[in-house]
């Protein structure tokens, strides 16, 4: 039997996974819903390329993080603006192909002034990106987890990038988030409430509060200060060990977990790595490894083998009596 042929059988027992490349499913939630407050947080998933995408919406996941870190690291960049803007649209956009599902976009500082930042937005919006994140940072930023040399922009300044993004794409379904370093640049909870209250003047649909500490404290009294004015993003990379049970109590709208598809990419391909030097082949790291049948399945190799018998019909006289 073909390799296409075993995916075709493989589909109709009921494995296949929606064709990447056609229609989106039925019945998909918003990011604007996803963002929306409600009684339990919402959770959006790491992913950095079409592979990831499909793995994380084949998980269950209704929303991506399309990650600035995750994404410059499987370019070869540092965290730092040393990927474009064009070269993450790029990827963006294979992503979208790839999962059919909302993606909330790092836009890390916007890639510049307010003129930068209308452009990567409209141009995401174009590659099927449903929403970007922009933080108050002065450009180029840098990872916010590296060093503590973290200087903001200017509230006004920063505002405008926000509003110059919402008057660039209106559509009412792309979801303008503004992340707001006050906390990792150590200036308090004063200066990210007054950050927080400008920006959602400016047209911010929500806020994203930063933190690198190792606890939650200072994201639960932003929380509480914000009184959600308008919905609560939280990252919390650092502060990993929290319950979720308190970020609902706390009111927070979405918990991104922000690079943990890329985390365990490395974690994985290492250990791999390392075993065929050490073992000397192959043999005994086959039950580790995926398949090659779920790789055929996450990128629809039966559609394409449906499609082969529609589209290359055989010549006429071809096996012909």
């Given at each position: 039997?073909?390799?296409?042929r075993?995916i075709?059988?493989?589909s109709?027992?009921g494995?296949?996974l929606r064709?990447?490349?056609g229609?989106?499913?039925?019945?998909?939630?918003?990011?604007?819903d996803?963002?929306?407050?409600?009684?339990?947080?919402?959770?959006?998933?790491?992913?950095?390329?079409?592979?990831?995408?499909?793995i994380?919406?084949?998980?269950g996941?209704?929303?991506?993080?399309?990650?600035g870190?995750?994404?410059?690291?499987?370019?070869?960049?540092?965290?730092?603006?040393?990927?474009?803007w064009?070269e993450?649209a790029?990827?963006?956009e294979?992503?979208?192909?790839?999962?059919r599902?909302?993606?909330?976009?790092?836009?890390?500082?916007?890639?510049?002034?307010?003129?930068?930042?209308?452009l990567?937005?409209g141009?995401?919006?174009?590659?099927?990106a449903?929403g970007?994140?922009?933080e108050?940072?002065?450009f180029?930023?840098?990872?916010?987890?590296?060093?503590?040399r973290?200087?903001?922009?200017?509230?006004?300044?920063?505002?405008?990038?926000?509003?110059a993004?919402?008057?660039?794409?209106?559509d009412?379904?792309?979801?303008?988030?503004?992340?707001?370093?006050?906390l990792?640049?150590?200036?308090g909870?004063?200066?990210?409430?007054?950050?927080?209250?400008?920006?959602?003047e400016?047209?911010?649909?929500?806020?994203?509060?930063?933190s690198?500490?190792?606890?939650?404290?200072?994201?639960?009294?932003?929380?509480?200060?914000?009184h959600?004015?308008l919905?609560?993003?939280?990252v919390?990379?650092k502060?990993?060990s929290?319950?979720?049970?308190?970020?609902?109590?706390?009111?927070?709208?979405?918990?991104?977990?922000?690079?943990?598809?890329?985390r365990?990419a490395?974690?994985?391909?290492?250990?791999?790595?390392?075993?065929?030097?050490?073992?000397g082949?192959?043999?005994?790291?086959?039950?580790?490894?995926?398949?090659?049948?779920?790789?055929?399945?996450?990128?629809?190799?039966d559609?394409?083998?449906a499609a082969?018998?529609r589209?290359?019909?055989?010549?006429a006289?071809?096996?012909?009596?």
């Amino acid at each position: 039997m073909s390799g296409l042929r075993r995916i075709r059988v493989l589909s109709e027992k009921g494995h296949r996974l929606r064709n990447p490349g056609g229609k989106a499913s039925e019945g998909v939630t918003t990011l604007r819903d996803l963002i929306r407050i409600h009684d339990s947080p919402s959770f959006l998933m790491e992913a950095h390329d079409a592979l990831s995408a499909a793995i994380a919406k084949r998980a269950g996941f209704k929303g991506l993080w399309a990650s600035g870190l995750s994404i410059s690291s499987s370019l070869g960049y540092r965290d730092a603006n040393e990927a474009s803007w064009s070269e993450v649209a790029d990827v963006v956009e294979r992503m979208a192909y790839a999962a059919r599902t909302p993606i909330l976009v790092d836009g890390d500082s916007g890639f510049g002034n307010f003129n930068n930042a209308r452009l990567v937005a409209g141009r995401l919006r174009k590659r099927g990106a449903s929403g970007i994140c922009i933080e108050d940072k002065a450009f180029p930023k840098m990872n916010s987890f590296i060093g503590g040399r973290h200087p903001l922009a200017d509230i006004e300044e920063f505002c405008g990038r926000l509003s110059a993004v919402k008057d660039t794409v209106p559509d009412p379904d792309f979801v303008l988030v503004a992340r707001i370093e006050a906390l990792i640049a150590g200036h308090g909870q004063d200066e990210a409430l007054e950050r927080a209250h400008a920006y959602a003047e400016a047209g911010a649909d929500a806020i994203l509060i930063h933190s690198r500490k190792s606890d939650p404290t200072e994201i639960l009294a932003f929380a509480r200060s914000w009184h959600n004015r308008l919905p609560v993003v939280i990252v919390p990379t650092k502060y990993f060990s929290t319950p979720v049970a308190e970020y609902r109590a706390a009111g927070i709208s979405t918990v991104i977990w922000a690079n943990h598809n890329m985390r365990a990419a490395i974690a994985a391909m290492r250990d791999i790595c390392n075993r065929i030097i050490r073992e000397g082949g192959i043999v005994g790291i086959e039950p580790d490894i995926a398949p090659l049948e779920e790789l055929f399945e996450l990128m629809a190799y039966d559609e394409l083998a449906a499609a082969e018998t529609r589209y290359l019909r055989p010549k006429a006289g071809n096996g012909a009596a």
